[in-house]
């Protein structure tokens, strides 16, 4: 054809055609089986059925804006547009950029096994689910845009194996409701060996692996927010896999939620900020550092393992608790801060939690329940174990205000324990909850409600409110109890359940109140 050419149907078959003058050719239904058509830097406009089967296109544009467009083997070296409902992708090859939109309202499953060696943007607007590489792996070679203004979910490396993204990758998914799945189904796996960049604005978010999918992102790679931002639904790492030791750092906003894990796995330092996050099963490496800002009560299953120096922070109206239903095992020292009217939770319910290195605790909030809890849920099994020669203490921030309650824990070793809290503090001692070294406990108020102490055991409350222990509690070796409140403020144990004193006991009273028991 030349010149500027209308047709109602056009096929290309086993012949080689090229465009010699015009600006193009406007075509309705288009179909190319084999053969190759040369655009001659001219453009091809279907607006019909467009189906690309075989054959080669070079040069040029192909754009089809018709209601079914499918790519199944045609080589392109032309750039490719296309918008359609019925947009299936089946195994092309686009050697140069390629615009892809999913439109309207049918589900559309693609089997895949195509490769993009240019740039490429696929997006969906549709109402209905876009799924690519169902049997096949896609193969992404260049720069790659996914983005998804819809009300459905754009899939991509949906149940294939060996899908690859060697160039960087940025996630765009603001329509209301709509989602982005990378590697969801149980076989998928997906690996990306660029950067990976996410901005979401839907209630329902980004996903990597959610039903089972792997997903493994390449050494020296990082996952950054974009400019858009990330401010609500989730962003989910569940099978993910960080090769190398390269650091990763995020800022979600809003009321986004970060969940990391099940199964998930960081080798780099990671630096972790978010208004909910949910820890369900991860491990990491290097060190970590999460921070919960949002006013959303956040209760992780737990089930991770924290090898490098790790930070836990809430400073929200909210709580932020781990171990819930699976222990975590810290294998470096963990520090924990509240400053929220909320609190910092660890070895929740679950049993088995393991501190290996020292705890460090922080809290300047005196709301009623802020604070930082230990074995808070129900129960009376050991939720978690203090390693010997390790220690609990009190951190640069201080412990100035709200709770620290040590219940359901076990301190192993011979190694003292002594920190004091300040302000308005208040530190509640068991149930179920046993140290085994000498402790040395300071704080303005003390709730003695079930521990057992096998070395000495010396306790000052120094605050101006009245503190009534349940007791319960055992004392194996010498005890002293001192209350130096000047307010008139008793401290007092053996209220409910009686105390055993199985050696010496020194009773101090310096202040304007009284020191009880019994």
């Given at each position: 054809p030349a010149a500027y050419a209308t047709y109602n149907n056009l096929i290309v078959n086993g012949s080689s055609t090229t465009l010699t003058a015009g600006v193009g050719i406007g075509v309705t239904n288009f179909s190319i089986v084999s053969g190759t058509l040369d655009l001659n830097n001219f453009t091809l406009t279907t607006t019909g059925t467009t189906t690309y089967t075989s054959g080669t296109i070079n040069n040029g544009t192909a754009t089809s804006t018709g209601a079914t467009t499918t790519f199944a083997g045609t080589a392109f070296g032309a750039i490719v547009n296309a918008t359609s409902d019925n947009l299936t992708l089946n195994g092309s090859v686009f050697n140069n950029a390629v615009t892809l939109t999913k439109n309207g309202?049918?589900?559309?499953?693609?089997?895949?096994g195509n490769t993009f060696n240019s740039t490429a943007t696929i997006a969906s607007s549709s109402s209905a689910n876009f799924i690519l590489a169902n049997t096949s792996p896609d193969i992404f070679n260049g720069t790659t845009v996914f983005t998804n203004t819809g009300t459905a979910i754009l899939h991509i490396a949906y149940n294939s194996t060996a899908n690859l993204f060697n160039g960087d990758v940025t996630f765009n998914n603001t329509g209301t409701g709509s989602a982005i799945r990378s590697s969801f189904g149980s076989t998928a796996t997906a690996t990306y060996s660029g950067n990976i960049v996410v901005n979401n604005t839907s209630t329902a978010g980004i996903y990597f692996g959610a039903s089972g999918g792997?997903?493994?992102?390449?050494?020296?790679?990082?996952?950054?927010?974009?400019?858009?931002?990330?401010?609500?639904?989730?962003?989910?790492?569940?099978n993910f896999t960080q090769s190398g030791s390269t650091a990763q750092a995020l800022t979600l906003t809003g009321t986004a939620l970060l969940q990391i894990g099940p199964s998930a796995i960081?080798?780099?330092?990671?630096?972790?900020?978010?208004?909910?996050?949910l820890l369900n099963g991860c491990t990491y490496n290097g060190t970590a550092s999460f921070t919960k800002n949002g006013n959303t009560y956040n209760l992780s299953n737990g089930g991770n393992t924290f090898n490098g120096a790790t930070a836990l922070a809430n400073s929200s109206n909210a709580f932020f608790a781990t171990g819930c239903t699976a222990a975590d095992i810290f294998n470096a020292d963990l520090t924990i801060t509240n400053t929220g009217t909320g609190f910092m939770a660890v070895a929740d319910v679950a049993a088995g939690t393991m501190f290996n290195g020292n705890i460090i605790v922080n809290s300047t909030n005196g709301a009623a329940s802020a604070g930082v809890y230990f074995g808070n849920g129900a129960g009376t099994a050991v939720t978690a174990t203090l390693a010997a020669g390790k220690t609990i203490s009190v951190g640069g921030t201080g412990f100035t205000a709200g709770r620290l309650l040590l219940r359901r824990l076990i301190q192993s070793g011979s190694t003292a324990q002594s920190f004091t809290l300040t302000g308005t503090s208040m530190l509640y001692l068991g149930p179920y909850s046993t140290f085994n070294a000498n402790v040395n406990f300071i704080s303005p108020q003390i709730y003695l409600n079930g521990c057992t102490y096998n070395g000495t055991a010396s306790f000052t409350k120094n605050g101006n409110s009245n503190n009534l222990s349940i007791g319960g509690n055992t004392f194996n070796g010498a005890t002293s109890l001192t209350n130096s409140s000047n307010d008139g403020s008793y401290f007092a144990?053996?209220?409910?359940?009686?105390?055993?004193?199985?050696?010496?006991?020194?009773?101090?009273?310096?202040?304007?109140?009284?020191?009880?028991?019994?």
């Amino acid at each position: 054809p030349a010149a500027y050419a209308t047709y109602n149907n056009l096929i290309v078959n086993g012949s080689s055609t090229t465009l010699t003058a015009g600006v193009g050719i406007g075509v309705t239904n288009f179909s190319i089986v084999s053969g190759t058509l040369d655009l001659n830097n001219f453009t091809l406009t279907t607006t019909g059925t467009t189906t690309y089967t075989s054959g080669t296109i070079n040069n040029g544009t192909a754009t089809s804006t018709g209601a079914t467009t499918t790519f199944a083997g045609t080589a392109f070296g032309a750039i490719v547009n296309a918008t359609s409902d019925n947009l299936t992708l089946n195994g092309s090859v686009f050697n140069n950029a390629v615009t892809l939109t999913k439109n309207g309202t049918t589900v559309v499953t693609s089997n895949g096994g195509n490769t993009f060696n240019s740039t490429a943007t696929i997006a969906s607007s549709s109402s209905a689910n876009f799924i690519l590489a169902n049997t096949s792996p896609d193969i992404f070679n260049g720069t790659t845009v996914f983005t998804n203004t819809g009300t459905a979910i754009l899939h991509i490396a949906y149940n294939s194996t060996a899908n690859l993204f060697n160039g960087d990758v940025t996630f765009n998914n603001t329509g209301t409701g709509s989602a982005i799945r990378s590697s969801f189904g149980s076989t998928a796996t997906a690996t990306y060996s660029g950067n990976i960049v996410v901005n979401n604005t839907s209630t329902a978010g980004i996903y990597f692996g959610a039903s089972g999918g792997t997903t493994t992102l390449d050494t020296t790679k990082t996952i950054t927010k974009g400019a858009t931002g990330f401010t609500t639904g989730t962003l989910l790492f569940s099978n993910f896999t960080q090769s190398g030791s390269t650091a990763q750092a995020l800022t979600l906003t809003g009321t986004a939620l970060l969940q990391i894990g099940p199964s998930a796995i960081f080798n780099g330092n990671v630096n972790f900020i978010s208004p909910q996050v949910l820890l369900n099963g991860c491990t990491y490496n290097g060190t970590a550092s999460f921070t919960k800002n949002g006013n959303t009560y956040n209760l992780s299953n737990g089930g991770n393992t924290f090898n490098g120096a790790t930070a836990l922070a809430n400073s929200s109206n909210a709580f932020f608790a781990t171990g819930c239903t699976a222990a975590d095992i810290f294998n470096a020292d963990l520090t924990i801060t509240n400053t929220g009217t909320g609190f910092m939770a660890v070895a929740d319910v679950a049993a088995g939690t393991m501190f290996n290195g020292n705890i460090i605790v922080n809290s300047t909030n005196g709301a009623a329940s802020a604070g930082v809890y230990f074995g808070n849920g129900a129960g009376t099994a050991v939720t978690a174990t203090l390693a010997a020669g390790k220690t609990i203490s009190v951190g640069g921030t201080g412990f100035t205000a709200g709770r620290l309650l040590l219940r359901r824990l076990i301190q192993s070793g011979s190694t003292a324990q002594s920190f004091t809290l300040t302000g308005t503090s208040m530190l509640y001692l068991g149930p179920y909850s046993t140290f085994n070294a000498n402790v040395n406990f300071i704080s303005p108020q003390i709730y003695l409600n079930g521990c057992t102490y096998n070395g000495t055991a010396s306790f000052t409350k120094n605050g101006n409110s009245n503190n009534l222990s349940i007791g319960g509690n055992t004392f194996n070796g010498a005890t002293s109890l001192t209350n130096s409140s000047n307010d008139g403020s008793y401290f007092a144990t053996g209220f409910t359940t009686a105390d055993i004193f199985n050696a010496d006991l020194t009773l101090t009273n310096t202040g304007t109140g009284f020191m009880a028991v019994a």
